[in-house]
């Protein structure tokens, strides 16, 4: 298999690199108005829903451009784009479950940053066991009335919509009495409750709902068929971008490498201990493995595969990859590595890949363990690797084995 990038590819990274240079903001991006206008500069250079069809708004591109296009963001540490959840999962969604007068009037919206979405799945009681969800939506007339209440909604205090999953038939088996829906986060008996996170911003919310009206055109896909839409979506956030992830962790540990070639340990170079020379091998050695597996999943998707199970891997790998690095990089720098403000120009490059206020190797450090639970805990994954790529027995529940002894 031949690894190098195609004369074209080259080219186009080339290009990418030379607009990021010439656009890049020049400032941390503070308000949510100052993230919108980066977003649509880079929708305007044709790098957002790059994947979609052009007469959505999109360019038609293949996997790899749009690969190159995250990871070149990535290694210059370049602001996420604000609607991610929008353009990551609900545009997708819409294009591939949507009718056409749902594609008309939502996707240009989502491509514009005219209106920000989020993602309405995961409720106090159901979460890795998301199909246990409770939130109802009983059909009056030519509406749906949702009651319930939802968890861990990023982004929900900006959000203009969200994807919501709600059981529409309570009495069918838990995976076929689900729905999904586009809610409009602006309508009477919708409440979001910021939630204080220990990286001290609130980048999640709770949200509630009491009576809310959603017009029966607002169903996506079937009726009860909203089990299997979640499931396309959510293979999308476990393995499409990353690549930009692996840039973004090679950034980092070309950060650390400089910063650690003068910073002092024992009177010398960090660089000169050989026990720090050792972690930082063997780091980049581990980040190579996960940069040539992603690589493996792009060529699936350039042969027009979906991400499938085996995108697992590359989140289970990525994750756990993560918290490593940055339980590595507190190492080297040691007191250095919990500053927050007044950072020294090179101690202050990491921006971390959460949103909110990222900027430092701390914030970083907290966020690796975000990424361990979100899209599906690593626990999960296991199963589905398990179950789904190695074709082992289905997993046989704690809960259930205990029923079984105590029916003995
Ligand atoms: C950064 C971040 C962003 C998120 N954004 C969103 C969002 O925008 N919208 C949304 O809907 N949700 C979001 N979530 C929620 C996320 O999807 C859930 O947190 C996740 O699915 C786990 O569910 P839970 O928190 O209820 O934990 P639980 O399901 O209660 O799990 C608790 C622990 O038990 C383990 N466990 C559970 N079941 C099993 C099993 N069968 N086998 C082995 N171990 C098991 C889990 O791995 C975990 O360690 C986000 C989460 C994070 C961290």
């Not at 009681?125 to 990023?154: C, H, P």
């Not at 919708?190 to 980048?203: A, L, N, T, Y």
Request: charged fraction near 25%.
């Amino acid at each position: 298999m031949d690894l190098n990038s195609t004369p074209h590819d080259e080219a186009f990274r080339q290009s990418v690199r030379q607009w990021l240079a010439d656009n890049l903001p020049k400032k941390k991006l503070e308000t949510i108005e100052e993230r919108k206008e980066w977003h649509r500069k880079l929708f305007d250079a044709g790098y957002l829903g790059m994947g979609w069809p052009k007469e959505y708004g999109g360019q038609d591109a293949r996997p790899m451009e749009q690969a190159i296009v995250g990871a070149e963001m990535a290694r210059v540490n370049a602001p996420a784009a604000v609607n991610g959840l929008g353009i990551g999962i609900v545009g997708p969604t819409i294009i591939h479950h949507g009718t056409e007068e749902q594609k008309q009037r939502y996707i240009r919206n989502i491509l514009m940053a005219e209106e920000i979405w989020c993602q309405l799945y995961s409720e106090p009681n159901a979460g890795s066991d998301l199909a246990g969800l409770r939130t109802r939506a009983d059909r009056v007339g030519d509406e749906y009335i949702v009651n319930g209440q939802k968890i861990w909604t990023s982004g929900g205090l900006h959000s203009d919509w969200g994807i919501l999953l709600a059981r529409t038939d309570p009495d069918a088996p838990k995976h076929q009495g689900i729905s999904c829906f586009l809610l409009n986060m602006h309508a009477p008996g919708v409440e979001v409750r910021p939630i204080k996170q220990i990286s001290g911003s609130s980048e999640f919310c709770e949200v509630f709902f009491t009576d809310v009206h959603v017009p029966a055109e607002n169903l996506i896909g079937e009726l009860h068929r909203g089990w299997q839409i979640a499931q396309t979506t959510l293979s999308y956030e476990r393995g499409g971008n990353t690549l930009s992830r692996v840039s973004r962790q090679l950034a980092q540990f070309e950060r650390l490498l400089e910063v650690a070639k003068t910073l002092k340990r024992n009177g010398r170079p960090a660089i000169e201990d050989p026990i720090i020379r050792q972690q930082l091998g063997q780091m980049y050695g581990e980040i190579e493995v996960l940069r040539y597996s992603t690589l493996r999943l792009l060529s699936r998707l350039e042969k027009g595969l979906r991400p499938g199970p085996e995108a697992s891997i590359s989140k289970l790998y990525y994750s756990e990859l993560d918290k490593r690095l940055q339980e590595m990089t507190q190492t080297v720098l040691g007191p250095y590595g919990q500053l927050t403000v007044g950072l020294s120009p090179d101690l202050a490059l990491d921006g971390g890949e959460g949103e909110g206020d990222g900027g430092t190797w701390s914030h970083s450090f907290v966020w690796s363990r975000a990424g361990t639970i979100y899209a599906g805990s690593n626990e999960i994954q296991k199963n589905i690797i398990g179950e789904r790529v190695l074709g082992l027995p289905k997993e046989v529940r704690a809960d259930r084995i205990a029923l079984k002894a105590g029916a003995r």
